[in-house]
């Protein structure tokens, strides 16, 4: 069982993203605020569930939540300001649009830049820890998902139905043989020691 909160005493909002180490497609990050009772026997890291399980878990966390957004960085702006300072707008962007505002912010990870005056904590493998993390982590990949899965059919020969982005073997050889589109990271590395620019 998750825990329900880090601190009692202030409106507290776990944040995660989804898609940094994509080689395409916006990074997502998601805020939730849940009620400090709030309790979900199988609410936990989006990496340990199903597909249909992490579908499921966004419709009670969108139904339960006291506040929940979701938002975007796209490619273009990965590009111009870095993988980090991007996954960080996001998470900045998910807060300024939480119906109800964070007092204090739980953040998956080792490193945050401060959002306003809000104090935070930054907690390594929070998706596991906090339900909060982990419903912002089930959020951020459910919507970047489908949002892959609409660009997959304008784009089919790079895989992103199932890769969604990411630099699996057959993306790597697509982007090499096909070029980029305008959903690519152009800064991020594409060839690796089995796949050779020539």
Same mark, same amino acid.
């Given at each position: 069982?998750?825990? &329900?909160? %880090?601190?009692?005493? =202030?409106?507290?909002?776990?944040?995660?993203? *989804?898609?940094?180490?994509?080689?395409?497609?916006?990074?997502?990050?998601? *805020?939730?605020? !849940?009620?400090?009772? #709030?309790?979900?026997?199988?609410?936990?890291? &989006?990496?340990?569930? *199903?597909?249909?399980?992490?579908?499921?878990?966004?419709?009670?966390?969108?139904?339960?939540? =006291?506040?929940?957004?979701?938002? &975007?960085? &796209?490619?273009?702006?990965?590009?111009?300001?870095?993988? %980090?300072?991007?996954?960080?707008?996001?998470?900045?962007?998910?807060?300024? *649009?939480?119906?109800?505002?964070?007092?204090?912010? =739980?953040?998956?990870?080792?490193? !945050?830049?401060?959002?306003?005056?809000?104090? %935070?904590?930054?907690?390594?493998?929070?998706?596991?820890?906090?339900?909060?993390?982990?419903?912002?982590?089930?959020?951020?990949?459910?919507?970047?998902?489908?949002?892959?899965?609409? =660009?997959?059919?304008? !784009?089919?020969?790079?895989?992103?139905? %199932?890769?969604?982005?990411?630099?699996?073997?057959?993306?790597?050889?697509?982007?090499?043989?096909?070029?980029?589109?305008?959903?690519?990271?152009?800064? !991020?590395?594409?060839?690796?020691?089995?796949?050779?620019? #020539?």
């Amino acid at each position: 069982m998750l825990r &329900s909160t %880090h601190q009692d005493i =202030l409106i507290e909002a776990g944040c995660d993203e *989804a898609g940094r180490g994509c080689l395409a497609g916006p990074v997502y990050a998601a *805020a939730v605020v !849940f009620a400090k009772d #709030f309790q979900h026997d199988i609410l936990t890291d &989006s990496k340990q569930l *199903a597909a249909s399980q992490r579908y499921t878990l966004r419709n009670i966390i969108e139904e339960q939540a =006291l506040a929940c957004a979701v938002a &975007s960085v &796209s490619a273009a702006e990965i590009d111009r300001i870095n993988i %980090h300072n991007a996954s960080y707008l996001a998470m900045h962007k998910a807060l300024d *649009a939480l119906k109800i505002k964070a007092e204090y912010i =739980l953040v998956d990870g080792n490193r !945050f830049i401060p959002y306003r005056q809000t104090p %935070h904590c930054c907690i390594v493998k929070g998706d596991g820890k906090y339900l909060s993390i982990a419903a912002a982590s089930i959020l951020a990949k459910t919507y970047r998902d489908d949002y892959m899965d609409g =660009l997959a059919g304008e !784009f089919p020969q790079y895989g992103w139905i %199932h890769n969604k982005g990411y630099p699996t073997v057959q993306h790597r050889s697509a982007i090499l043989e096909h070029g980029y589109t305008p959903h690519h990271r152009r800064t !991020f590395r594409v060839s690796d020691p089995q796949l050779k620019l #020539f």
